[in-house]
């Protein structure tokens, strides 16, 4: 800005008057133009008059204060706050009530530049939004001549007249409003927003206005307008419609349409009540809105995203009805706290870490469906469901990846069949209980568990210390056909008890395979009495404080989270538990009778035996349980130091030990086979030393026969000492051969010993290559080494990787292969003597070539000379365009173009009928183009618009291209010729040999 004294004549800035009319009275006072006046002020001459109160920064503010002798911040009054939301048409011009005009002289309001100040509460009229002279807007530019004319003038000049408008706009015709017309009440309500004195709160209200509008404008139909006027109705039809183009969202929204618009959104953006709010939404949204549809048809994505958090949420849950059922659950659209997922958003991430993969219990029996639904897929489902609300993914894979990836496809189908049950309160659950997860958490870290506890947490041993305990029979197996041992159900018990895991889920060790698996899970579940359930939950407690976790075994959500809500199941205090205890285990008849008998699911019924009591049996001398302490008392007393003492150093029969201790000899061999020990029943063998065997096996890598043939046994019994003594024994293969495991001398150069140790053939590929460096060309080698080129290419990229380094620069035309410095230091090192020694020793002869001699390699290097790059192409005889040279592709290029004569294409098209690969088919169609086979042009503007999708630009022109007559002549000339292998061949011609006609 340049430097400018205090101005001397100033003029008083009226309460509520825009800087644009302060500067313009300033101007008027000091007896020049405002352009003059603003241009001394060291700003643009031709910038807009909306630009005075809506971009000068703070600093020029001071200025302008310090040069009219203001106080300073007072003109903060004056202007627009930064950052007010003007929504998405600027507001570039100004709205005039003609009366206010006259009684303040010409001296303008600054909230008549607000896009939603429309009306004039105090002379009840419709605002003008343009001067009735020149039917212009008001005060665009900056006014000129402003000497010559009176302050509530329009100075727009006709630049076609050259001649100023002058109309005066105080005598402009009023547009009267009746006493309590809704749009002076929208009015009235806007001023109130404007005065509030939060100014976050402002900007929301207005913000959200402005995100509403082109939505509104198609939502909101005439027959809304009852009792406004005809002066509005005719306004908001000459309203812009399709505000898809660039010009109709460039219009200009009149008074009376801003009114309305005002008008409908108080609905929804007052603060009152939801439900009346969400009802006037849901009017609207009914007109266009069709089924799985989460935002409003006709509001545009970033425009949706604006809204406040409450308008959204409005909005949400008015179109709940009509929303997808993933779609509900993302957004609590059922809820008090809907509200639109937002990428980033961390709580859905975070919540899985508090979701066990199956449902709580208490919470399946409340949520499950009484028909059609399977107990496992329904709770695993459901509380994969549980990470939906707030996920901004749209994908339902990328949901179930985290907590159930074996269940990808079965989401929507549970949804599906919960509402067809007619219970849509279920979602309304699922969402408290994410929303209970995100406030409070859990005390369960289930992800935690997932990852730290035991895939088997119970031990055969501690089941069967914890029956003997609990005067109960652990069992052997819980089917005689399966033959699986009842102790690994109670891992899966216990494992699931802690975990919550889904037992289908394949990546678990314990995971049940088969449906006759699962319903003896079930059944195990069922026959565990009071005492086993306590003993089961004690141990699970002892696997938590072994890993420093200090959770409760057990949690569920509190049952409050579905009070007012319509389930389909009961809680599990409301089953009739006496009654149930009664059927199943004092009469023994199946959990299906009994969900039968008491009207309940079989899934209430299992659960609800969890909290039935249930005794043990009486067992019998005889019973199976006499025989496992039996066993009990072996393992007790056949320890392995005892064994280790009696049986194998003091070389007592397993007999003479079981009758000591008085039980029976087949059980004392069941505990000696189960601490690893041999059962002998003759003659023991003779031991094989464990010193020795360990260093013939380990040290000096000898193998298994050869240690057996110089002790004079079986290589098996070689092999089974190996693995009584613990000693690993190396891999069958070829990874156990003396070549694999050989290394070579520490004082050979470490490239010969890369290429030779840890593998096969290294030998043989040093000798090959020490050839092939003879040679000028890999080609000249091969035939030489009688083998094929791509198999030397393919054992000097295994050297140079063996090595790490480039051995040799590949042969070009004119030019031999040579050697790098390495390949060179490695040639010297194959030369020694003591080098060349250990290569004959480890290659047989079949396997050595000796060196070429002097003849064999002038007659390679000859050969490799005559090879010449290829010469230019020959014309065609009589065709005007150059030619090409005809690969594969292009051959098929060139059919389906005769086989389209005279038609126009484009590269999509050729690709689909071909199966040619799109890019490279470009590459060849320009080529042509710039030789002349082909013309080409660009898409037109109509048939560019009309392929465009809904509601998305066309996207990139085609290019349509079409074959030239000469373009045609030179196709069929290179088909024909290809087709009668007799043709002489007339492609190139050599450097020595000028081309000649046909």
Not at 114 to 123: G, M, S, V, Y
Not at 239 to 264: S, Y
Not at 510 to 526: G, I, M, V
Not at 566 to 589: H, S
Request: hydrophobic letters at 35%; proline letters at 8%.
């Amino acid at each position: 800005m340049t430097q400018m004294r205090v101005l001397p004549l100033r003029v008083k800035i009226l309460e509520d008057e825009g800087l644009d009319s302060w500067l313009e009275a300033l101007a008027r006072r000091n007896g020049v133009s405002l352009s003059a006046f603003v241009s001394a002020l060291g700003l643009s001459r031709g910038m807009f008059t909306r630009t005075l109160v809506t971009g000068l920064p703070p600093e020029t503010l001071r200025q302008i204060e310090t040069l009219t002798g203001l106080t300073a911040g007072c003109l903060d009054q004056a202007v627009i706050p930064p950052g007010f939301p003007f929504g998405p048409r600027l507001q570039s011009r100004c709205r005039f009530c003609p009366r206010c005009l006259a009684e303040r002289d010409g001296r303008w309001l600054l909230r008549w530049w607000l896009p939603f100040t429309f009306a004039c509460p105090r002379h009840q009229t419709l605002l003008h939004d343009q001067c009735p002279g020149c039917a212009l807007g008001i005060r665009m530019l900056l006014p000129g001549r402003t000497r010559a004319y009176p302050p509530t003038t329009c100075t727009r000049r006709d630049k076609q007249r050259d001649a100023t408008c002058g109309t005066d706009l105080t005598d402009t015709a009023p547009l009267p409003l009746t006493a309590g017309h809704p749009l002076l009440a929208a009015q009235q309500w806007v001023d109130e927003v404007l005065k509030h004195s939060d100014p976050r709160k402002t900007h929301g209200v207005i913000a959200d206005l402005n995100s509403c509008t082109h939505w509104l404008l198609r939502a909101i139909e005439e027959g809304d307008l009852t009792g406004m006027g005809d002066h509005v109705i005719h306004a908001w039809g000459q309203r812009p419609t399709d505000v898809r183009t660039p010009a109709e969202r460039a219009r200009h929204l009149t008074a009376a349409v801003r009114g309305v618009i005002a008008h409908t959104a108080t609905a929804w953006l007052a603060d009152a009540d939801d439900t009346p709010a969400i009802q006037a939404i849901r009017v609207l949204r009914e007109r266009n809105d069709t089924t799985n549809k989460v935002i409003p048809w006709g509001m545009a994505a970033h425009r949706w995203h604006s809204l406040s958090e409450r308008t959204r949420g409005r909005f949400l849950r008015a179109g709940d009805p009509h929303m997808g059922a993933l779609d509900r659950l993302r957004a609590r659209s059922l809820t008090a706290r809907a509200a639109s997922p937002r990428p980033g958003d961390h709580l859905p991430t975070a919540r899985v870490r508090h979701i066990p993969q199956l449902l709580w219990p208490g919470w399946t029996v409340r949520l499950m469906p009484r028909h059609g639904m399977e107990e496992n897929p329904f709770r695993a489902i459901a509380a994969t469901l549980l990470l939906v609300p707030r996920e901004a993914a749209l994908s339902a894979r990328h949901i179930t990846d985290r907590l159930n990836p074996h269940l990808a496809n079965t989401m929507t189908t549970t949804l599906q069949l919960t509402l067809k049950n007619g219970h849509p309160d279920v979602l309304a659950a699922l969402c408290n209980l994410a929303d209970y997860l995100d406030d409070h958490g859990s005390p369960i870290d289930y992800a935690r568990r997932r990852t730290l506890v035991p895939a088997v947490p119970l031990t055969e041993d501690a089941w069967r210390q914890l029956c003997f305990d609990t005067d109960t029979q652990p069992g052997e197996s819980a089917n005689a056909k399966t033959k699986t041992p009842r102790y690994v159900y109670a891992q899966r018990f216990v494992h699931q008890l802690l975990t919550g895991a889904d037992l289908t889920d394949p990546r678990y060790r314990l995971a049940l395979k088969t449906p006759a698996e699962r319903s003896r899970y079930h059944a195990f579940r069922t026959a565990l009495t009071t005492g086993q359930r306590e003993a089961l939950h004690r141990h699970a407690e002892q696997v938590l404080d072994a890993l420093g976790i200090a959770e409760p075994v057990i949690w569920e959500p509190p049952q409050h989270l579905a009070d007012g809500l319509t389930l389909p199941g009961p809680r599990l205090t409301d089953i009739d538990l006496p009654a149930l205890q009664r059927i199943v285990i004092t009469e023994q008849r199946p959990p299906s009778e009994a969900a039968e008998e008491l009207g309940i699911t079989l899934a209430h019924a299992r659960f609800a035996l969890d909290h039935v009591l249930h005794e043990p049996r009486a067992w019998g001398r005889s019973s199976p349980l006499t025989a496992w302490k039996l066993r009990e008392r072996a393992r007790t007393v056949l320890t392995p130091d005892y064994l280790q003492r009696e049986y194998i150093d003091g070389g007592r029969t397993l007999t003479d030990i079981a009758k000591d201790i008085a039980i029976p000899r087949h059980i004392a061999v069941e505990q000696a086979r189960a601490l690893g020990l041999t059962i002998y029943r003759s003659q023991r063998p003779h031991p094989i030393d464990k010193t020795w065997l360990r260093e013939q096996y380990l040290i000096r890598k000898r193998s298994t026969d050869s240690i057996a043939q110089e002790l004079g046994t079986e290589d098996e019994t070689v092999r089974r000492r190996l693995k009584q003594l613990g000693i690993p024994r190396r891999p069958a293969g070829v990874h156990s051969q003396q070549v694999m495991i050989l290394k070579l001398d520490r004082r050979l150069p470490l490239d010969i010993r890369n290429a030779v140790e840890g593998g096969l053939h290294g030998w043989q590929r040093l000798h090959r290559f020490q050839i092939t460096m003879a040679f000028p060309s890999l080609e000249t080698a091969a035939a030489y080494l009688n083998t094929h080129q791509g198999s030397l290419v393919n054992q000097f990229q295994r050297l140079e990787h063996d090595i790490g380094a480039l051995l040799f620069h590949r042969s070009a035309f004119g030019k031999p292969q040579r050697p790098t410095a390495r390949g060179k230091a490695i040639l010297r090192h194959l030369d020694k003597a003591h080098v060349q020694a250990l290569m004959r020793t480890a290659l047989p002869n079949s396997k050595t070539t000796p060196m070429p001699d002097p003849t064999t390699l002038a007659q390679a290097l000859a050969a490799n000379s005559t090879r010449q790059p290829p010469g230019p192409l020959r014309p065609y005889p009589g065709i005007t365009v150059p030619r090409i040279r005809v690969r594969r592709e292009t051959l098929v290029l060139l059919h389906d173009l005769l086989a389209h004569p005279g038609e126009e294409f484009y590269a999509a098209q050729v690709a689909a009928r071909t199966g040619l690969n799109q890019g490279s088919l470009s590459d060849r169609l320009r080529q042509l183009t710039q030789t002349g086979w082909l013309t080409s042009r660009l898409e037109d503007d109509t048939a560019w618009r009309n392929r465009a999708p809904a509601i998305r630009g066309p996207g990139k022109r085609r290019v349509y291209y079409t074959l030239t007559p000469e373009g045609r002549r030179a196709a069929t000339h290179e088909i024909e010729r290809r087709s009668n292998p007799n043709q002489p061949r007339t492609t190139a011609c050599t450097p020595h040999t000028a081309p000649q006609p046909a």
